[in-house]
């Protein structure tokens, strides 16, 4: 014969209790986002987000100071591109959606460089320009910069939680929005909000 207890259904409550707000704290936490390693020969297909997964800032955050290195090993700012719209795209060789959406970047900066935006995406690879110039030939990657920042400053500053993160910045040096994940860039959709926000 089981005995319950009254002292043994106000602990089974509180557990239960306890339990839910658990789970719910775990619906509420944002998902991080998941990068894989490229392995030589793989052609893992990406699905590329719409603008639907772009993340408007809110309230708009002033441009957080950080720095890059170019392909020759100068150092740059933002600040270096004051007056202008920013897409700034945090990415590696090594991680399969970064590397899918770079055609869709390269072709954003194609269709926004007349409007006075530009795309600039940091590698965080380790190995210097030479890893990210050599990786961009090999697949065909054209009209973005080699931009390194392999200690990976720029996404600490930015509070990024992976790569790929792409943070939409105004003439103002205002964040305006960002997005987690790869996306189509080169859509009409995409070229259309970046010129809003960033033009």
């Given at each position: 014969?089981?005995?319950?207890?009254?002292?043994?259904?106000v602990?089974?409550?509180a557990?239960?209790?306890a339990?839910t707000?658990?789970?719910?704290?775990?619906?509420?936490?944002?998902?991080?986002?998941?990068?894989?390693?490229?392995?030589?020969?793989?052609?893992?297909?990406?699905?590329?987000?719409?603008m639907?997964?772009l993340?408007?800032?809110?309230?708009?955050?002033?441009?957080t100071?950080?720095?890059?290195?170019?392909a020759?090993?100068?150092?740059?700012?933002l600040?270096?591109?004051?007056?202008?719209?920013?897409?700034?795209?945090?990415?590696?060789?090594?991680?399969v959606?970064?590397?899918a959406e770079?055609?869709?970047?390269?072709?954003?900066?194609?269709?926004?460089?007349?409007?006075?935006?530009v795309?600039?995406p940091?590698?965080?690879?380790?190995?210097?320009?030479a890893?990210?110039?050599?990786?961009?030939a090999?697949h065909?990657?054209?009209?973005?910069?080699?931009l390194?920042?392999?200690?990976?400053?720029?996404?600490r500053?930015?509070?990024?939680?992976?790569?790929?993160?792409?943070?939409?910045?105004?003439?103002?040096?205002?964040?305006?929005?960002?997005?987690?994940?790869?996306a189509?860039?080169?859509?009409?959709?995409?070229?259309?909000?970046?010129?809003r926000?960033?033009?």
């Amino acid at each position: 014969m089981v005995v319950t207890t009254r002292r043994a259904i106000v602990a089974g409550t509180a557990l239960a209790a306890a339990g839910t707000v658990a789970a719910a704290a775990l619906l509420r936490k944002p998902s991080p986002v998941i990068h894989t390693l490229v392995a030589d020969g793989e052609s893992e297909q990406v699905s590329l987000q719409g603008m639907a997964a772009l993340q408007p800032t809110e309230p708009l955050r002033p441009e957080t100071a950080i720095s890059f290195a170019d392909a020759a090993g100068g150092t740059h700012s933002l600040a270096d591109y004051a007056g202008k719209g920013v897409v700034l795209n945090l990415w590696a060789t090594w991680c399969v959606p970064c590397v899918a959406e770079l055609p869709a970047l390269a072709g954003l900066a194609g269709q926004v460089a007349g409007d006075g935006i530009v795309v600039l995406p940091l590698s965080s690879d380790r190995g210097g320009a030479a890893v990210v110039e050599k990786f961009l030939a090999a697949h065909g990657i054209a009209g973005l910069p080699v931009l390194l920042d392999p200690q990976g400053a720029a996404g600490r500053a930015l509070a990024a939680r992976g790569v790929p993160t792409t943070v939409i910045i105004d003439r103002q040096g205002n964040e305006r929005a960002r997005l987690e994940g790869a996306a189509d860039w080169a859509s009409p959709a995409a070229v259309a909000a970046i010129r809003r926000l960033a033009g």
